[in-house]
């Protein structure tokens, strides 16, 4: 059974860091694209980063360019959000993903973790 496990989130002021770890397990994703989602209650999951299966590609999301970091280490099969200079609107659910291609491509067939609160406080 394949399954992605957030961790790291909590509650910070303003400034301060956080880094985001997703264990996977049940499967091997080193040849697969992973991605970082977040979500406020009442809207809709959106994008934050994404690596390929390789690391040699990164995407971000305009909102996080340059305050985050997205990394992978194959060997553990876990992915790594390191975000810094967190802001309010940073405040979500952030949920890692794992695709089915070398490049993360969003499909209804992705497998998703449960979920990590971030809370940044003012």
């Known amino acids: 059974q394949v399954q992605l496990v957030e961790s790291g989130g909590g509650s910070v002021q303003a400034g301060d860091s956080l880094r985001l770890s997703c264990a996977a397990s049940g499967r091997t994703f080193s040849s697969s694209g992973m991605a970082w989602f977040r979500q406020v209650p009442g809207k809709e999951r959106e994008f934050v980063a994404s690596?390929?299966?390789?690391?040699?590609?990164?995407r971000y999301a305009d909102s996080v360019k340059g305050r985050f970091a997205i990394s992978r280490d194959s060997a553990k099969n876990t992915m790594y959000l390191q975000m810094n200079s967190l802001k309010f609107d940073d405040t979500a659910v952030y949920y890692c993903?794992?695709?089915?291609?070398?490049?993360?491509?969003?499909?209804?067939?992705?497998?998703w973790g449960q979920g990590t609160q971030v809370t940044v406080s003012a």
């Open positions: 690596i390929s299966g390789g690391g040699d590609s990164v």
């Open positions: 993903s794992a695709g089915f291609t070398y490049v993360y491509t969003s499909r209804s067939s992705n497998y």
